[in-house]
């Protein structure tokens, strides 16, 4: 056994709980790492100051390692990069913006930082940043997703063999043998957002949660794509964008409609009809609120279980 | 070994090639079942007449077993109905349209029926027309695509364990490895379209395969949502629709844009910029025009070296 994102990052199993806006606070995060994965903190949601406590708290709630993911296209993001240096966070995702720009202060300061991508041409060139690793996260992840739409199979088939670094799989994971699958495919972890997001321990709002657990297929869709790719529940909000799209609307006007704040009055004060639900096209396969313990069991039973199969597939094709 | 795929079907290798249109004739139907595959002849671009010609041809050139596709919404679709009975092939595969007008007429003449869903609504649907199989199509599969965007990998996922006929993975496979996944995920076998396509005996034009080859990640895209979900290449064809779309044009205007006969002219002519070419994302993982003989020795050593590669795959999570 020999799994490189482990070594790396210092954990025991190579499940990491995506750092989500609304989600993932250091209850979440210190769970996850409790279970032996890695829990990121997302700061995308948080001012500086909330964030430092996050992580106060996180380190009160477990000894084991934990992480925090900073989307360097955030306002914020600058001062939060000083925060987790601070803090002595281990441990930093970066997303959303170019690697180049914290890669090596993080380095220089024992930080271990991996990068999150949607294509070969990002991927190159985080790894020439000299990140530790990669997430790619394809098609079906939650959220702000690449302009290729390239489905997470498709992505890790793709960069696998062209990097030096590990691969993190992100996008459409929500059970134990798809986490045996995307190792099969020459992932090394993967990363998990949707049922996290949906589980107890997440920050986000009973009613966020209770709609991740009633989506069927076809119930999130990517969209947005003039502005930034986005995947989201379907609801009030996405209806009202997306006819305005459906008639040819300009950047200007989507802007104007989308509004400011839209992804905290959904995800976290619970306002399910105007608020912006991100999340990933695998709610589909979420039908219950668990707990964090209970998940990590169900995913270690699933992969077992996926093992043990596997000794009865055709030896040949 | 227990393959359900191979025993109804009469094949060695739970692999199967798309009926493609303007792909798949004789020529690459009876190579990959000359493989132990199953060879499908794709009717939707052929007339009444060409296609009885095609299954004549295959039969002298296997006496595998193949079969034949026939996309439903196909005007013709009751007259090729009447040819495979007439003809006595052994397989058919319906697509798009429902499932329920000819499975039990097909199989009243001895013809085993597997039917083509990209979501769980169809896919019970079939299974209570009598179809034998199915094949869940995701969202990375070239042509027509369903109207969830659901991809391969989630499908699959949401499928297994409901249905009690076994379920044939396609969308996103060019690789042995993937082919695996698709088993340990619960699959009991796999249909491959793009790289037939780009294959020695596919039918399709020589520039068609080489624009095949030549894509790289993004090159391919969904669209035409307003209509019927299509995948396709970007390119002059695209271009000029998509940016349509973008002006909000009305399904009329989107159709007088569309024409009549784009992917004849596409991917049967060659006319590579006014054509419509329907192609699978998995395009950029497609490097080469290979014959069908080479693609299965290479898929095949794929599949053993990823069997090889799981003893090493870490016991637990």
């Given at each position: 056994?020999?799994?490189?994102?482990?070594?790396?990052?210092?954990?025991?199993?190579?499940?990491?709980?995506?750092?989500?806006?609304?989600?993932?606070?250091?209850?979440?995060?210190?769970?996850?790492?409790?279970?032996?994965?890695?829990?990121?903190?997302?700061?995308?949601?948080?001012?500086?100051?909330?964030?430092?406590?996050?992580?106060?708290?996180?380190?009160?709630?477990?000894?084991?390692?934990?992480?925090?993911?900073?989307?360097?296209m955030?306002?914020?993001?600058?001062?939060?990069?000083?925060?987790?240096?601070?803090?002595?966070?281990?441990?930093?995702?970066?997303?959303?913006?170019?690697?180049?720009?914290?890669?090596?202060?993080?380095?220089?300061?024992?930080?271990?930082?991996?990068?999150?991508?949607?294509?070969?041409?990002?991927?190159?060139?985080?790894?020439e940043?000299?990140?530790?690793?990669?997430?790619?996260?394809?098609?079906e992840?939650?959220?702000?997703?690449?302009?290729?739409?390239?489905?997470?199979?498709?992505?890790?088939?793709?960069?696998?063999?062209?990097?030096?670094?590990?691969?993190?799989?992100?996008?459409?994971?929500?059970?134990?043998e798809?986490?045996?699958?995307?190792?099969?495919?020459?992932?090394?972890?993967?990363?998990?957002?949707?049922?996290?997001?949906?589980?107890?321990?997440?920050?986000?709002?009973?009613?966020?949660?209770?709609?991740?657990?009633?989506?069927?297929?076809?119930?999130?869709?990517?969209?947005?794509?003039?502005?930034?790719?986005?995947?989201?529940?379907?609801?009030?909000?996405?209806?009202?964008?997306q006819?305005?799209e459906?008639?040819?609307?300009?950047?200007e006007?989507?802007?104007?409609?989308?509004?400011?704040?839209?992804?905290?009055?959904?995800?976290?004060?619970?306002?399910?009809?105007?608020?912006?639900?991100?999340?990933?096209?695998?709610?589909?396969?979420?039908?219950?609120?668990?707990?964090?313990?209970?998940?990590?069991?169900?995913?270690?039973?699933?992969y077992?279980?996926?093992l043990?199969?596997?000794?009865?597939?055709?030896?040949?094709?």
């Amino acid at each position: 056994m020999n799994n490189r994102i482990c070594d790396i990052l210092n954990i025991k199993s190579p499940v990491i709980s995506g750092g989500m806006v609304w989600c993932s606070g250091w209850e979440l995060a210190s769970a996850v790492s409790n279970e032996g994965g890695l829990g990121l903190v997302g700061a995308g949601s948080m001012t500086p100051d909330v964030l430092r406590e996050h992580i106060k708290k996180c380190k009160l709630a477990t000894n084991k390692t934990f992480g925090v993911n900073i989307p360097l296209m955030n306002p914020n993001s600058s001062k939060q990069i000083d925060i987790v240096i601070e803090e002595k966070v281990p441990v930093v995702f970066t997303s959303a913006g170019n690697p180049a720009t914290y890669t090596q202060k993080l380095i220089d300061n024992g930080v271990k930082v991996v990068h999150v991508v949607a294509n070969e041409k990002f991927a190159l060139k985080a790894q020439e940043a000299g990140v530790s690793a990669i997430v790619c996260e394809g098609f079906e992840a939650g959220g702000h997703n690449g302009k290729e739409e390239t489905t997470t199979m498709v992505l890790i088939n793709q960069l696998v063999g062209k990097l030096n670094i590990p691969i993190i799989a992100a996008g459409g994971i929500a059970k134990g043998e798809q986490i045996l699958v995307m190792m099969v495919l020459g992932a090394e972890g993967v990363q998990i957002g949707s049922l996290f997001a949906a589980s107890k321990e997440s920050s986000a709002h009973i009613n966020f949660k209770q709609a991740i657990v009633d989506a069927t297929e076809g119930d999130t869709m990517l969209f947005l794509r003039k502005l930034s790719p986005t995947r989201l529940l379907k609801g009030g909000f996405y209806q009202k964008i997306q006819e305005a799209e459906q008639k040819g609307a300009s950047k200007e006007e989507l802007l104007e409609i989308i509004g400011v704040g839209k992804t905290r009055i959904g995800m976290f004060e619970g306002n399910v009809e105007e608020g912006e639900l991100e999340i990933g096209q695998v709610s589909s396969l979420i039908n219950e609120i668990m707990s964090i313990e209970d998940i990590f069991t169900k995913l270690r039973k699933e992969y077992s279980e996926a093992l043990v199969r596997m000794q009865s597939i055709n030896k040949s094709i």
